[in-house]
């Protein structure tokens, strides 16, 4: 139960990241403009969320082999419904809607409008800061 827990944990957060992309495109916001961009994305996180969707759909198949297992199946799937019902209860409960791609904040908070002291480029002048 715990391992497909994280599944969707991990399947969650690679639709943020997803969204996120489809954000900065809507927008016009071109990604060699952030200050960290992970390679080959949003590639990875298409196929990191279609992965983990398979691994928790046939994560349980076992409960299903020879002869039904209720138990085994309950504990593989039961993160399921029960992260549907929190999702869907949350939305339901304080009327939340999903932001759209056009609507998505990208300047409250951006790491330019703090100005920090020049650096060193390079390993050397990380440790000559931190020391």
């Known amino acids: 139960m715990t391992a497909n827990c994280g599944m969707i944990a991990w399947s969650v957060i690679l639709y943020t990241a997803i969204r996120f992309n489809h ?13 960290y961009r992970a390679p080959w994305q949003p590639f990875l996180s298409y196929y990191g969320f279609v992965i983990t969707i398979v691994v928790i759909i046939f994560s349980g198949f076992t409960a299903f082999m020879h002869k039904f297992d209720a138990s085994s199946f309950i504990t ?9 019902i929190l ?13 759209k ?6 300047v409250t908070g951006h790491s330019r409008d703090i100005e920090e002291p020049p650096r060193e480029p390079g390993v050397w002048g990380w440790i000559k800061a931190n020391i």
């Open 23 to 35: 954000g900065l495109r809507a927008q016009g916001i071109d990604r060699s403009t952030l200050p």
């Open 101 to 106: 791609c056009e609507e998505m904040d990208f």
């Open 76 to 84: 593989t799937y039961f993160g399921i419904p029960f992260f549907l």
């Open 87 to 99: 999702l869907f209860g949350y939305k339901f409960i304080h009327k939340t809607k999903m932001v």
